[in-house]
């Protein structure tokens, strides 16, 4: 798993492949990968031209106030949710103006679990001009942190490369 | 250098002892290093009680809207400045509250460079509650980008550490 979480992966190189070709750039919300996706695009050199930046919004202080997640969602559906997932990936897209945002949400453990939401929980917003859409992904209970945050980075990566298909 | 950026460094483990043990907590804004130092604490079991998030301000849209950048302070002393390392972290110690905020700004390579300021070029800006702080370091010209994003982000961290000495 080293290899995904270092250099960027090949979800990552075909991302900036395909948004460099297509002029389009994205923005990131992290929270469990906690910087993770950004790492892995701008390990690349020519990522500033598809890549804005984002927010690693690791505690919900910094969700709630630099993201625009809504108290009531935090506490209603938990800060691993779809609902919070959407909220942030519409939080960053508002501050970066990109055209595509992507936001991670997730327990990496080893810790963190609760009912109904084990270790290897991981949700997903992706938000374009068009709209957002929610994922929720389970990617293993038995798998360590850096297994799952690798993971969950790549399917962020994933998202963001359907995104700019579809966009382009 | 890979191990230096995958599972978190010495430095990054330090931090994390000594911030927990102080009660203190810290937040990033990054450009070069691009989440890598945010994806190096959230790497480590337990970061979550010490690291509140950061912004990954790759664009100058992103350091000007989300973390206050002046636009004359881009103009007259350039993204890579310490000028600008320090209003990046004084944005974000701003907006998270965080005790202790480090910023790093650089021209990681292979491209980038203008005069004055060569490849490896990377300033950084340290705010507590007490004052800011501003760094220029020269990591060496002829090192690999991923080589000079980790030095980078261990200089940074190791701000982190004195600041995180000073405090408690």
New interface residues.
Partial sequence: M?EL???GNNTARSVLSLLSEARLCFA?A??????????M???L?G??EI?????????N??KM??LSVRKETLERFGAVSEETAGEMSEGVSK???ADIAVSVTGIA???GAVPGKPVGTVCFGLTTKKDTKTYRKQFGENKT??EI?ALAADFALSLVLEAGKELS
Wanted: charged residues 20%.
């Fill in positions: 080293k979480s270092v250099n990131t992290e929270s469990c990968t906690g910087g993770l996706i950004g790492q695009i701008t390990a050199p990522s500033s890549y804005a930046g984002g927010v690693i919004s690791y505690s202080d910094v106030k630099v501050l970066t103006d453990g080893p810790t942190r850096d945050r």
